[in-house]
């Protein structure tokens, strides 16, 4: 069949709202566009164990570092389902992991930021989850089906980083002088680069944008960030804090807030590797990797000689 | 072709020229653990369905791997585990002439028997 001939029903199945499965046919940017986005959003999820891993000793509580324990496991569970996304199009997860430790591919540039205080622990629950939610819920309607699926098991898992996250906040809000300016703190630290979390303007897109026409990305940077901070305005009231933007402000006529300019180049500064923590980030993956490579091949090792042993008392 | 259409740089899809250039370079692990699909069932009386797949060097590492990513809101109740090489799919490709035969039996259907109104239970 002529390509262009496949290239019609494709289209055809993503205007119908048919999912794309594995073994379809997909043209070869879609294949690598949905390669390199799961991959890059299974780094993330795997890379942002860190931050957090930073506090899981330090937690004030036996129930606040359970809690972080078990938020901590949801988020190598979802690496753990989208490395496999990831596999269904044709790349090893070995291959993936590499291209991590490298620095070839990439991960969300919010966790090359520092876990300072505890009230860190809050605002990236509120906020990093927080953002991520928002991209995840309309992930879960993207149309490669094994992406798709593993949006919705990541969604289901979701609500509860954000909530206990807001919950740590909430608690700081109504403690001490102390606990309140950390809490703030915390805020202040990371408001603006959750908001960089949605990527650059819509406007610095000059060209059609194909992830929109096949449907792997149904809305805009910018529309998926006016709903973040429409939602986060409200929410910091029932903290009692303040969000570090002066030009925040309700407008009437648009039905949503209207917020400052964002620090681009802070955000292609980061992405480009020099964030405060991205060296420790990777070489922290890299030493896990290389550490624990004894014990991946001596798993195998065993797997093998059980087998063999197995086999030979069939023979027998 | 190149693919430089997609400017958009979404959540998790930073373009990689953009990003730090690699000077690391890591020895792949000289063997693999093979991938194996993971089936649960919900609760007794229900199916086993597919869940999702996992890497684990033997059936018992990945049930135990199962139960940790796939179970820990009490999802499943039992457990399958399969090594991924081992499943024979249906070519999508051939999916017209393999599923032709049930498309014009519309007979096999309830709803192609148009039977009067008194007749009720049916
Ligand atoms: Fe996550
Ligand atoms: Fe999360």
């Given at each position: 069949?002529?390509?262009?001939?496949?290239?019609?029903?494709?289209?055809?199945?993503?205007?119908?709202?048919?999912?794309?499965?594995?073994?379809?046919?997909?043209?070869?940017?879609?294949?690598?566009?949905?390669?390199?986005?799961?991959?890059?959003?299974a780094?993330s999820e795997v890379?942002g164990?860190?931050?957090?891993?930073?506090?899981?000793?330090?937690?004030?509580?036996?129930?606040?570092?359970?809690?972080?324990?078990?938020?901590?496991?949801?988020e190598?569970?979802h690496g753990?389902?989208l490395?496999?996304?990831?596999?269904?199009?044709?790349?090893?997860?070995?291959?993936?992991?590499?291209?991590?430790?490298?620095?070839?591919?990439?991960?969300?540039?919010?966790?090359?930021?520092?876990?300072?205080?505890?009230?860190?622990?809050?605002?990236?629950?509120?906020?990093?989850?927080?953002?991520?939610?928002?991209?995840?819920?309309?992930?879960?309607?993207?149309?490669?089906?094994?992406?798709?699926?593993?949006?919705?098991?990541?969604?289901?898992?979701?609500?509860?980083?954000?909530?206990?996250?807001?919950?740590?906040?909430?608690?700081?809000?109504?403690?001490?002088?102390?606990?309140?300016?950390?809490?703030?703190?915390?805020?202040?630290?990371?408001?603006?680069?959750?908001?960089?979390?949605?990527?650059?303007?819509?406007?610095?897109?000059?060209?059609?944008?194909?992830?929109?026409?096949?449907?792997?990305?149904?809305?805009?940077?910018?529309?998926?960030?006016?709903?973040?901070?429409?939602?986060?305005?409200?929410?910091?009231?029932?903290?009692?804090?303040?969000?570090?933007?002066?030009?925040?402000?309700?407008?009437?006529?648009?039905?949503?807030?209207?917020?400052?300019?964002?620090?681009?180049?802070?955000?292609?500064?980061?992405?480009?590797?020099?964030?405060?923590?991205?060296?420790?980030?990777?070489?922290?993956?890299?030493?896990?990797?290389?550490?624990?490579?004894?014990?991946?091949?001596?798993?195998?090792?065993?797997?093998?000689?059980?087998?063999?042993?197995?086999?030979?008392?069939?023979?027998? | 072709?190149?693919?430089?259409?997609?400017?958009?740089?979404?959540?998790?899809?930073?373009?990689?020229?953009?990003?730090?250039?690699?000077?690391?370079?890591?020895?792949?692990?000289?063997?693999?653990?093979?991938?194996?699909?993971?089936?649960?069932?919900?609760?007794?009386?229900?199916?086993?369905?597919?869940?999702?797949?996992?890497?684990?060097?033997?059936?018992?590492?990945?049930?135990?791997?199962?139960?940790?990513?796939?179970?820990?809101?009490?999802?499943?109740?039992?457990?399958?585990?399969?090594?991924?090489?081992?499943?024979?799919?249906?070519?999508?490709?051939?999916?017209?002439?393999?599923?032709?035969?049930?498309?014009?039996?519309?007979?096999?259907?309830?709803?192609?028997?148009?039977?009067?109104?008194?007749?009720?239970?049916?």
């Amino acid at each position: 069949m002529p390509v262009q001939h496949l290239e019609q029903i494709f289209q055809q199945k993503i205007d119908n709202e048919t999912k794309i499965e594995a073994k379809d046919w997909m043209p070869d940017a879609y294949r690598k566009t949905n390669l390199r986005q799961i991959s890059q959003h299974a780094h993330s999820e795997v890379v942002g164990m860190l931050p957090e891993g930073n506090w899981i000793s330090r937690a004030p509580s036996l129930k606040r570092k359970a809690i972080l324990l078990a938020k901590i496991q949801d988020e190598a569970g979802h690496g753990l389902y989208l490395y496999s996304a990831a596999e269904t199009l044709g790349q090893s997860r070995d291959e993936m992991i590499n291209d991590l430790h490298s620095g070839k591919a990439k991960y969300s540039s919010i966790f090359n930021y520092p876990t300072l205080s505890w009230a860190d622990i809050g605002a990236i629950g509120w906020l990093v989850d927080g953002a991520a939610i928002m991209n995840q819920v309309m992930l879960t309607r993207t149309s490669y089906g094994p992406y798709a699926r593993a949006m919705v098991r990541i969604c289901k898992e979701e609500s509860f980083h954000q909530r206990q996250g807001f919950e740590i906040l909430l608690v700081l809000s109504r403690g001490s002088a102390e606990q309140k300016s950390m809490c703030q703190d915390a805020i202040n630290r990371w408001w603006w680069p959750s908001l960089m979390m949605f990527g650059p303007r819509d406007s610095e897109s000059t060209n059609s944008d194909m992830s929109m026409k096949w449907k792997i990305k149904r809305k805009s940077n910018d529309e998926l960030r006016q709903n973040f901070v429409d939602m986060i305005a409200e929410q910091i009231k029932v903290l009692g804090m303040k969000l570090p933007d002066d030009h925040l402000q309700w407008n009437e006529s648009r039905n949503h807030y209207d917020f400052g300019n964002i620090n681009w180049d802070e955000f292609w500064n980061v992405v480009k590797g020099n964030g405060p923590c991205n060296k420790q980030r990777l070489d922290a993956r890299r030493k896990a990797h290389e550490e624990g490579r004894w014990v991946r091949e001596a798993a195998i090792a065993y797997a093998e000689k059980k087998n063999s042993k197995l086999k030979r008392e069939e023979a027998a | 072709m190149k693919n430089n259409f997609l400017q958009k740089f979404y959540y998790g899809d930073i373009p990689e020229e953009k990003g730090a250039s690699g000077q690391y370079t890591t020895s792949h692990d000289t063997t693999q653990w093979p991938l194996w699909e993971v089936f649960i069932r919900s609760k007794n009386g229900l199916d086993h369905k597919h869940a999702g797949s996992l890497h684990a060097a033997d059936a018992q590492m990945a049930i135990e791997n199962a139960r940790d990513v796939y179970t820990r809101r009490m999802e499943g109740v039992s457990i399958w585990v399969v090594e991924s090489k081992y499943i024979t799919a249906s070519n999508p490709e051939e999916a017209g002439e393999l599923y032709e035969p049930a498309m014009d039996k519309i007979y096999r259907h309830p709803t192609f028997y148009e039977l009067p109104d008194e007749v009720n239970h049916m």
